[in-house]
C-alpha cells in the first residue's frame, strides 16, 4: 500500500490528453513539493516534473504537472506511443522522514 | 554528459551480503548526493535512502535501518550501498540517482539522473 494514491491505470488514444493524480496527505504533498518519473519497462526511470511543474531541459512541453493542497496532477497532452510506460510521483514525508513514492500508473496508449 | 554506471548484476544466498557500485562522472562528484532507489519484480519504486558526497552524511528509510551501509569514494567519484542479512524480499533492481536538493531544504530533493540498475537476486 503505497502512500501516495495513484490510479493502477490510464488508458487513452494517440494525441489525446491524460490526467494522471496523485493523492497524498498534509505531510507529504501538503508539506513538500512533488516530482514525476516515467519508467519505460526494462528501463531506468526518468525525471519527467520536479518542484511540482518544473520541467528538466529535454522534456518536451507536453508534460506538465500541478499541485494544489495534497494532491498533485501530471498532465500529458498529444499522446504518442512513444509514451506508453509506468508513471511514478513522489515527494519527501515529514512524518515518515522518507521519500515516498505512489503507486505505479501504467499509461497504454491505443 | 552525466552519467551513472552501476555494477554488474548479483546472485547471493539468503543471510548473505551485496554491495552495488555506482560510478559517477559528468560532473563534480562532491556537489550532488546520491540516492539508492529498489524496486522488486514488477512492483513500484522503493527509496531506500541517500548520502551526502560532500561529507558523507545519511539518511535511511526506517525499514532498512541497520541492514544497509552507504559510502561513498571521492577518489573514484564512486558511490556504493551495502545490503546485509538479505532475505528473498530483497531480490529487485537496484538504482542509484543523483539526489537534487531543492534550495534551502535538506531533505526535500527530487532525483535528476539515474544508474541503469544493477539485479540483485537472493535465492537459496
Known amino acids: 500500500q503505497s502512500v501516495l494514491t495513484q490510479p493502477p491505470s490510464v488508458v487513452a488514444a494517440p494525441g489525446q490528453k491524460v490526467t494522471i493524480s496523485c493523492s497524498g496527505s498534509s505531510s507529504n504533498i501538503g508539506s513538500s513539493r512533488v516530482s514525476w518519473y516515467q519508467q519505460i519497462p526494462g528501463t531506468a526511470p526518468k525525471l519527467l516534473i520536479y518542484d511540482n511543474n518544473k520541467r528538466p531541459s529535454g522534456i518536451p512541453d507536453r508534460f506538465s504537472g500541478s499541485k494544489s493542497g495534497t494532491s498533485a496532477t501530471l498532465d500529458i497532452t498529444g499522446l504518442q506511443t512513444g509514451d506508453e510506460a509506468d508513471y511514478y510521483c513522489a515527494s519527501w514525508d515529514t512524518r515518515l522522514s522518507a521519500v515516498v513514492f505512489g503507486g505505479r500508473t501504467r499509461l497504454t496508449v491505443l | 554528459q552525466v552519467q551513472l554506471e552501476q555494477s554488474g548484476a548479483e546472485v547471493k544466498k539468503p543471510g548473505a551480503s551485496v554491495k552495488v557500485s555506482c560510478k559517477i562522472s559528468?560532473?563534480?562528484?562532491?556537489?550532488?548526493?546520491i540516492a539508492w532507489v529498489r524496486q522488486a519484480p514488477g512492483q513500484g519504486l522503493e527509496w531506500m535512502g541517500w548520502?551526502?558526497?560532500?561529507?558523507?552524511?545519511?539518511s535511511f528509510a526506517q525499514r532498512l535501518q541497520g541492514r544497509v551501509t552507504m559510502t561513498t569514494d571521492t577518489s573514484t567519484s564512486t558511490a556504493y550501498m551495502e545490503l546485509r542479512s538479505l532475505e528473498s524480499d530483497d531480490t529487485a533492481v537496484y538504482y542509484c540517482?543523483?539526489?537534487?536538493?531543492?534550495?534551502?531544504?535538506?531533505?526535500?530533493?527530487?532525483?535528476?539522473?539515474w544508474g541503469q540498475g544493477t539485479l540483485v537476486t537472493v535465492s537459496s
Open positions: 559528468g560532473y563534480k562528484f562532491i556537489s550532488f548526493g
Open positions: 540517482a543523483r539526489r537534487r536538493a531543492y534550495s534551502g531544504y535538506a531533505d526535500l530533493a527530487y532525483f535528476d539522473h
Open positions: 548520502i551526502s558526497a560532500f561529507d558523507g552524511s545519511t
